[in-house]
């Protein structure tokens, strides 16, 4: 009974040698080969799974940090470390316990169980040598310490004539053995610690470029939304004519009307032109040319009904946006330069000319689109019209 009371530490050892060296092994193919996440109690060590935005690789790296400083405490003798390995121990049984009381009893909880009991475990055993006094051994003294034994029991080197062997020799070449295993466990936990801060570093560096990645492609969409919500509500507010501007447009001369007539038959000359035209209602798309709609690598139909400024590249929908305040606020505008997207994304720089019209009776936009090659426009193709 004696015996087993004195080597009882080599289980707290062994046992957090065993998680150190199992969940620092978890961690890499978690990080580098996208293994799985199981099983879960690699996560439930610490309480901190409870809170709400924690990812699993935080919490395996909190029970690294957590794990591998309770078993350096317990490397280290003294009664002072041997007291300070209780914060961590308490940490990982509240994080177990907490675990199985929020959970019924089933059978795949058994590796739950089997933890909070080798836990409470090394709790007594820890208390047990604190109490006695004794300082918490390790297995490079418990060497050491029979390898003295073992001297003592010769007494003085003339003793024994079988044995030819100085105390001196032996204690000369102890220490140095010992000071090379301790340098070496040493050396060992400081490269963990380094590696795991590295890794800590690193996921924090991919984490945030996550986040700015989400946060910009959001911000974008958003952006777009609001920018083609404002035309809409624009081109709306334009026609709300006053019943005295529709009094006003009535004493137009029967002249002017006639050759707005002639200027308004869109549908038709959208038929028969070659040229890049589009005739847009409330942002919509009801009448487009079919070489313009082949520009773009669509067909006529595919087109309809679509919002126009879904094939206005997003670096220039600022421009667009801009053309149209402008036009609210009174200014006599009638061209802004922009680019489209054609089908497959490629970007087409365009100079429209746009031109209010009437469509089935309601106010609409005649874009006339002016192909832009080497800063100049060249009209692709010309109009004979």
Same mark, same amino acid.
């Given at each position: 009974m004696t015996k087993l009371r004195n080597q009882a530490w080599l289980f707290s050892n062994c046992l957090f040698i065993f998680f150190s060296l199992y969940l620092f092994v978890k961690f890499i193919f978690i990080l580098f080969f996208s293994a799985a996440y199981e099983p879960r109690f690699m996560f439930e060590f610490t309480p901190c799974y409870l809170l709400t935005g924690v990812t699993n690789i935080q919490l395996l790296v909190l029970t690294l940090v957590v794990m591998v400083s309770d078993l350096y &405490?317990?490397?280290? @003798?003294?009664?002072?470390?041997?007291?300070?390995s209780f914060i961590p121990t308490a940490i990982m049984l509240s994080g177990i316990g907490t675990s199985i009381m929020t959970n019924q009893m089933d059978l795949t909880y058994a590796y739950h169980y089997a933890i909070f009991g080798s836990l409470l475990l090394v709790v007594l055993i820890d208390y047990n040598y604190v109490l006695s006094g004794e300082k918490y051994p390790t297995g490079?003294?418990?060497?050491?310490?029979s390898k003295s034994k073992a001297i003592e029991s010769y007494g003085t080197h003339f003793l024994s004539k079988k044995?030819?062997? @100085?105390?001196?020799? &032996?204690?000369h070449v102890l220490p140095a053995t010992t000071s090379e295993l301790k340098e070496l466990t040493d050396g060992f936990l400081q490269k963990m610690e380094a590696v795991l801060e590295r890794l800590e570093r690193k996921t924090e560096r991919i984490e945030a470029l996550e986040h700015i990645i989400e946060d910009g492609q959001k911000n974008r969409i958003d952006h777009e939304k609001?920018?083609?919500?404002?035309?809409l509500?624009? &081109?709306?507010?334009?026609?709300?004519? +006053? +019943?005295?501007?529709i009094n006003l447009e009535r004493s137009v001369s029967a002249e002017n009307k006639?050759?707005?007539n002639k200027k308004m038959q869109h549908p038709s000359?959208?038929?028969? $032109?070659?040229?890049?035209?589009?005739i847009v209602k409330r942002g919509r798309i009801k009448e487009i040319s079919s070489s313009f709609a082949e520009l773009l690598g669509y067909r006529q139909s595919e087109l309809l009904e679509k919002n126009f400024f879904m094939f206005v @590249?997003?670096? $220039?929908?600022?421009?667009?946006?801009?053309?149209y305040v402008d036009r609210l606020k009174g200014a006599s505008l009638n061209s802004f330069r922009t680019s489209l997207l054609s089908r497959g994304q490629q970007e087409l720089l365009v100079n429209i000319t746009v031109t209010p019209t009437i469509y089935n009776g309601d106010t609409a936009e005649f874009l006339h689109i002016f192909i832009i090659q080497d800063n100049s426009l060249s009209m692709i193709p010309m109009s004979n019209d």
């Open positions: &405490l317990h490397l280290q @003798s003294g009664r002072r470390r041997l007291l300070f490079l003294r418990k060497k050491e310490q044995y030819d062997v @100085s105390y001196q020799d &032996l204690t609001l920018f083609t919500d404002r035309i509500y624009n &081109l709306e507010t334009l026609e709300k004519i +006053p +019943p005295h501007d006639r050759n707005d000359i959208v038929n028969q $032109t070659n040229d890049f035209v589009v @590249s997003p670096r $220039t929908l600022e421009d667009a946006r801009k053309f």
